[in-house]
């Protein structure tokens, strides 16, 4: 990621693995420890649909509190979920 910035990346999206199931403190963690790394602006990228969880609204509030996230592409399984 430190290079990223000289590359000309603009920004990078991050999205919680789903090769191995994760929990919301593993994709907080992910997130926190790329923004340490770059000063480039991040998006995190809810992917419930490959084995990722979905973002309850106590993690976007958590997720807010990292520096450099700057938009975060949302979505849920149901209707209630979104909503909530």
Do not use: C, N
Not at 60 to 65: C, K, N, S, W
């Amino acid at each position: 990621m430190k290079y990223a910035g000289d590359a000309g990346v603009d920004g990078v999206q991050l999205g919680a693995t789903y090769y191995y199931p994760a929990t919301e403190d593993d994709f907080l963690r992910l997130t926190d420890q790329v923004s340490r790394a770059t000063r480039i602006p991040l998006m995190a990228y809810s992917t419930w649909w490959e084995g990722g969880h979905v973002m309850t609204p106590d993690h976007l509030r958590r997720l807010a509190e990292i520096e450099h996230l700057e938009a975060v592409k949302w979505s849920a399984p149901t209707h209630d979920q979104f909503t909530a």
